[in-house]
């Protein structure tokens, strides 16, 4: 399984850092993606790591602000979101997929393994 944690509410401006720990499957052998899901908006990928080679991606609307990274040792993925806006608002979701090694896709539909419940994030004055 999957479970997000490091959401909170946080003002224009500030960073949040996401966590996504992993129990249960071989987690080093999946490429992990972070999704936002904003109210009333689809699901969309916002980051990816992939299982090998530490290849990532971001979504354009978060490029230079968020950074992920992956800790094999610990099982976890986490998402630095800096500077972050009210467009950020939403439930973060991690997945993991084991069909990707040396790339990530950011589509949230190619992730069909493991999904977590999400982790809420609120930007706003």
């Known amino acids: 399984q999957l479970v997000e944690s490091g959401g909170d509410l946080e003002q224009p401006g500030g960073s949040l850092t996401l966590s996504c720990a992993a129990s249960?499957?071989?987690?080093?052998?999946?490429?992990i993606g972070w999704f936002r899901q904003a109210p009333g908006k689809e699901r969309e990928g916002i980051s990816c790591?992939?299982?090998?080679?530490?290849?990532?991606a971001y979504a354009d609307s978060v490029k230079g602000r968020f950074t992920i990274s992956r800790d094999n040792a610990k099982n976890t993925v986490t998402l630095q979101m800096n500077n972050l806006n009210p467009q950020d608002t939403g439930v973060y979701y991690c997945a993991a997929d084991s069909r990707y090694e040396n790339f990530c896709p950011l589509a949230a539909y190619r992730y069909r393994e493991v999904w977590g419940q999400g982790t809420v994030v609120n930007v706003s004055s």
């Open positions: 790591i992939s299982a090998f080679e530490g290849w990532t």
């Open positions: 249960g499957f071989a987690f080093d052998r999946y490429s």
